[in-house]
């Protein structure tokens, strides 16, 4: 009886181990929040490392946040600023913070992103200068993207509608008016609606077409040097600036089409890292 | 207990344990072992060569061991282990091999035992009984055998990949072949393995003959590629590899790391039937890649340039191959895990010393090793007040046992701590991906913690402190924003399009499109309505209706409108108030027939006198002449 009772224990104790540790093979993952946490007050701590360690499981995870990418890019600032630094943190950083500045709907967490990356795209400057190689590290954006930025996206769709309207009835009491004073008021409204109408529906689109299609990256390797497509370097090109935001216009094997202002050449994928955006 | 049975009891313990060391020993199995000399009879002062080969299905033979009588000295020694691994249906089986030469030179006249020699397999040392070799006095020795000669054919001696092979046999040296080396005789039955023979032949005589043990693999995971090459030992002519020929396998997309050594001879490989006749296979090439990104890579065909028979020239190339790489598993994924560390490693580290004054620095010595694509940077703890300089890197690193690629890689760092008090250093981590086991694992070195005397002119403290990186950095944010409650953008809907921008303008263009279409329709129906055929459908109606009534005078009217607006239509010519022959010289001036002009005319003109005679007609005659009419009607309907 005892012997029995002592092996049904035994039994039972097998059974708890084997779930238990089950469980913990399961929960070999963190859990986002966790990771964050855990990243956070590695920063705190000043212990940069850990706190890149658990940002970037963090992003391999797929989770997007801007805090997340904030303070990502604290940490790799932090590294550089504790004299750690690995080559690629300038970029890294500046990939973080330009992240943030994108997803975030909170504006002192914009701002406060946006003097982040002034620091460091001043670091990279500084560099550059020492280097003796051209100081632009913004080549800022195309001015149909600059207009369509504006405004927000719907605002051009409901500027849109509203001259829609406009035109339409502007032209009709252009139409059916018996006085000359309604004539010429229906034919003024039409003529100012119609630009405008133009003018918020291409804004409209571009919006939308910078939202679902065009890919932007910052470089993140330092000494970056533009090639064409098959891999030759431009001649007389500069390395392109750690931490300068790009467009990704096109990628094949393992490199990457970029347009920097004026600049459209290639470079290799590693060298860029592009920059999240909502799902 | 007595001390006397304790004892017999730790005895019998012991015996048992003994025994069963023993037994597990046996188990692995006894290795197969032969001990040959080149010669039985020498001189005083030739070298004679002493070849000892072990086979073994459990582990590999190591450590062997001659032992030499007194007079004989060992001058040399070369091994050359093997391995060859089959799967044949699933069932594994495993073959490690040893041969070792000992050149053996003898220094005094006698007879002499020479061994026994052994062998470590698994633990557990193996002997060999020894041979007995004569020595005379110098020049009485008999003439030796010359070496046995290549079989007609044989590339031995051409091959690119040994080809001081050659040159060596050369210089009269006596060099006997390894057994495995060796041409099969005609008296010893040759085993061909299995798992080297192909369907088919790739080419006649010789040919190239690649492959790697996995073709989809993780970034970072070892892929294992080979390159055989396939002599055809029955061939009836000599096999010559132009050896200035070579072209070497590419492997853009991996890392590749040698696992034979450069200056190593194509070790053989085995004996291999195919399409019916026999092949030597010797394995040439024998590479670690380690792929760099993820994607179908490929790796190029090696060629080489059979240079005879002179009917087989031409070039022998291997297969191209493709490896689908892949990224390892996301979850689970470690913190700090950087894409292709993968491979089994192990981290040590040691700090030295443990106490520092500030702003001094100690060494932490880091050793990294393991099997598989071992790193070549390590992520240092950085922490605020605590600098890593650069290290200073050594590695021994290089194949392992003709399979594996691995060994270790040693990190010397000095580290600068700006701190003072109890300073912990952290822990060093590196995240790999276990391939064999499929999961993440993490190697750990923790560094402890550093006992800093406080300086009061440490450097963090002086006034010539560097200037601070980064400043004006923002603190960091403690929560996350979380994701934006989605929503549809106003122009992803179609429908917006449709009805918030299109449609007012479209509302407008169908107005005005709509009033304009009316005004054309109205227009339309007006011209319709007064056309001449719209008349006469409307005139024979109304005969019709008329011939229907008792009214003679009625019928005659409806049909002489009928006449006239037929007239009108078909013939278009007005013959309305047209008086006596007018009629039918109006309807003929347009065309129509004499005879048809002129029933029209009589016609008209009975109705008109039917009409106003005194006194009156009957309605038959009327409805005759409606039926008349009709007929003339028709008639120039047919005419138009």
């Known amino acids: 009886m005892r012997r029995l009772l002592c092996a049904m224990l035994a039994l039972i104790a097998f059974a708890i181990v084997a779930v ?3 469980a913990a ?46 303070d990502r890019g604290l940490a790799y600032a932090m590294r550089v600023r504790i004299g750690a630094e690995v080559s690629g943190d300038l970029g890294r950083a500046a990939h973080g913070f330009e992240e943030a500045r994108d997803l975030t709907h909170d504006a002192r967490l914009a701002d406060a992103a946006a003097r982040a990356l002034t620091v460091v795209r001043s670091e990279v400057a500084r560099r550059r200068t020492r280097a003796g190689e051209p100081v632009e590290v913004d080549a800022g954006r195309s001015l149909a993207r600059t207009v369509s930025s504006l405004l927000a996206e719907d605002s051009w769709c409901v500027l849109a509608a509203v001259c829609s309207a406009i035109l339409a009835i502007g032209l009709f009491v252009r139409w059916i008016a018996l006085t000359r004073r309604l004539r010429v008021g229906g034919g003024v409204a039409a003529g100012l609606a119609a630009p405008v109408l133009l003018l918020a529906v291409l804004m409209a689109l571009a919006a939308r077409h910078d939202r679902l299609e065009v890919r932007e990256a910052v470089v993140v390797t330092p000494g970056s040097r533009p090639s064409d497509q098959r891999g030759i370097v431009v001649p007389g090109s500069t390395p392109l600036p750690e931490g300068a935001r790009v467009e990704v216009v096109d990628s094949r094997d393992t490199r990457a089409r970029i347009r920097f202002g004026a600049l459209d050449a290639w470079v290799p994928e590693s060298a860029l890292r592009e920059i999240a955006r909502w799902p | 207990m007595s001390p006397r049975p304790r004892t017999l009891l730790v005895v019998v313990a012991a015996a048992l344990m003994a025994l069963a060391w023993s037994v597990a020993a046996r188990a692995q199995g006894t290795p197969q072992m032969q001990l040959q000399m080149d010669a039985d009879t020498v001189g005083v002062g030739d070298v004679v060569h002493v070849q000892l080969g072990a086979q073994s299905s459990d582990a590999a033979p ?48 006698g007879v002499f035992t020479i061994g026994p020699a052994s062998i470590t397999v698994g633990g557990a040392r193996f002997a060999v009984r020894g041979a007995t070799l004569h020595v005379v006095p110098a020049g009485q020795a008999p003439q030796r055998p010359a070496p046995a000669q290549p079989p007609p054919g044989s590339p031995f001696t051409f091959s690119p990949f040994d080809p001081w092979k050659g040159l060596l046999q050369g210089f009269g040296q006596n060099f006997p072949q390894p057994p495995d080396l060796q041409p099969p005789q005609s008296t010893q039955p040759l085993t061909t393995d299995p798992k080297l023979s192909l369907d088919a032949p790739r080419a006649a005589y010789y040919f190239l003959h690649a492959t790697v043990d996995k073709t989809s693999a993780v970034v970072g995971e070892q892929v294992t590629f080979s390159v055989y090459e396939y002599i055809d030992l029955g061939a009836q ?54 792929p760099l990104h993820a994607g179908d890579l490929a790796i190029g065909p090696m060629s080489v340039m059979l240079a005879r028979p002179r009917a087989a020239v031409g070039q022998r190339t291997t297969e191209a191959l493709t490896v689908h790489v892949t990224e390892p598993p996301v979850a689970g994924r470690p913190p700090g895990y950087a894409l292709g560390d993968v491979g089994h490693f192990s981290l040590t580290a040691q700090v030295n010393p443990r106490d520092v004054d500030q702003g001094g620095a100690v060494g932490v010595h880091v050793e990294l090793s393991g099997t598989g694509n071992v790193p070549s940077t390590i992520s240092t703890p950085a922490r605020e007040g605590i600098e890593w300089l650069a290290p200073e890197v050594h590695e021994q690193l290089g194949g392992i046992g003709h399979e594996n690629f691995g060994g270790k890689r040693t990190f010397d760092y000095v580290v600068r701590v700006r701190r003072s008090g109890d300073v912990s250093l952290g822990e060093l981590s590196l995240p790999f991906w276990d391939p064999d086991a499929k999961r993440y694992d993490v190697a750990r070195a923790s560094l402890g913690v550093l006992h800093v005397k406080p300086v009061a002119s440490a450097p963090a403290a002086s006034a010539d402190a560097p200037e601070e990186t980064l400043p004006g950095l923002p603190p960091p944010v403690d929560t996350m924003e979380g994701e934006p409650a989605r929503r549809a953008h106003l122009d992803d809907v179609p429908l917006f399009w449709l009805l918030g921008v299109v449609a007012w303008p479209v509302a407008f263009g169908l107005a005005v499109g709509a009033t304009a279409a009316g005004r054309r329709v109205t227009q339309a129906w007006r011209t319709r309505s007064a056309s001449p055929a719209a008349e006469l459908k409307e005139r024979l109606a109304a005969a019709d209706a008329a011939s229907e009534g008792s009214d003679a005078r009625q019928v005659d009217a409806a049909v002489a409108r009928a006449l006239e607006a037929a007239a009108m239509a078909h013939a278009g010519v007005n013959v309305r108030g047209a008086l006596g022959g007018e009629v039918a010289e109006r309807l003929a001036r347009a065309g129509v027939a004499q005879d048809a002009a002129s029933r029209i005319a009589d016609l008209l003109r009975e109705c008109e006198m039917a009409r106003f005679s005194p006194e009156g007609a009957d309605v038959a005659s009327a409805r005759d002449r409606w039926i008349r009419a009709r007929g003339a009607i028709r008639e120039l309907e047919r005419r138009a």
């Not at chain 2, 450590?63 to 093997?82: C, E, F, K, M, N």
């Open chain 2, 62 to 109: 190591s450590d062997p061991r001659l032992t030499l009588p007194a007079g004989l000295a060992v001058r040399g020694q070369s091994t050359s282990p093997t391995q060859t691994h089959m799967n044949i249906n699933g069932v594994q089986s495993d073959r490690y091999g040893l041969t070792v030469d000992w050149t053996v030179q003898t220094q005094r006249v």
């Open chain 1, 25 to 70: 093979h399961a929960d070999d993952g963190e859990t986002p929040s966790a990771l964050f946490t855990k990243g956070v007050q590695a920063l705190r701590d000043g212990r940069a490392s850990d706190a890149i360690a658990a940002f970037e499981s963090l992003a391999d995870r797929g989770t997007v946040d801007p805090v997340a990418s904030y």
């Open chain 2, 237 to 290: 002519t000599a096999i010559e590899v132009d050896d200035s020929d070579v072209h070497d396998a590419t492997a853009a997309d991996f890392v590749k790391h040698p696992l034979l050594r450069e200056d190593q001879d194509a070790l053989l490989a085995g004996y291999a039937s195919i399409g019916g006749r026999t092949w030597l296979v010797k394995l040439v090439r024998r590479w670690a890649l380690f």
């Open chain 1, 20 to 22: 238990s540790g089950r």
